[in-house]
């Protein structure tokens, strides 16, 4: 199961039908399922993963950045604006939000998502995982069950590159 709940098939299938396959990327960041991206979703998202908790001004540039019409959340196409802007940037490794979310779960800093990185991941984010879709999620993405997932297969598993 993907972070949006689907399946690794039907995640696949429906962000190429979408085209922009954004959506699940979204919903990691919005922790409160409630359809928008909040400053206390990202709270909650690096309070998961951080025990000295968020960067608030790392907080404010994120939403600084997607916020375009000033009303303190990030919609979906406004997320989706900022990521399609990005892509390349996505591809070439600099990628704004999503790189610093993917450095939030990499708790060792190694610059891979280990089995366990992503199974507790899954676990705060409200999608507990067993093993086995764990290593389908890093097998997905292009990673081994040694390492884990780089960046880029983190990308992949999302459905964002």
Known sequence: ??????????????????????????????????????????????AGFSSSGADESKIISMMKA???????????????????????????GGGG?????????????????????LKSYMEIAGFPTGDEEIKAMIALGGGNENQGVSYHGWLKILAVD
Not at 12 to 27: C, H, L, M, Q
Request: with cysteine; hydrophobic share 30%.
């Open 66 to 92: 997607a916020d375009s019409n000033d009303d303190g959340f990030v919609e979906y196409d406004e997320f989706e604006r900022v990521l399609g802007c990005t892509t390349n940037r996505l591809r070439g």
């Open 97 to 117: 939000v999503m790189e610093e979310a993917f450095k939030v779960m990499d708790k060792d800093g190694d610059g891979w998502l280990s089995h366990q990185d």
């Open 1 to 46: 199961m993907c972070p949006s709940g689907r399946t690794l098939a039907t995640a696949t299938t429906a962000n190429t039908a979408t085209g922009t396959g954004f959506r699940s990327a979204f919903e990691v960041l919005d922790t409160d399922r409630d359809g928008k991206i909040s400053r206390e979703d990202l709270r909650a998202f690096y």
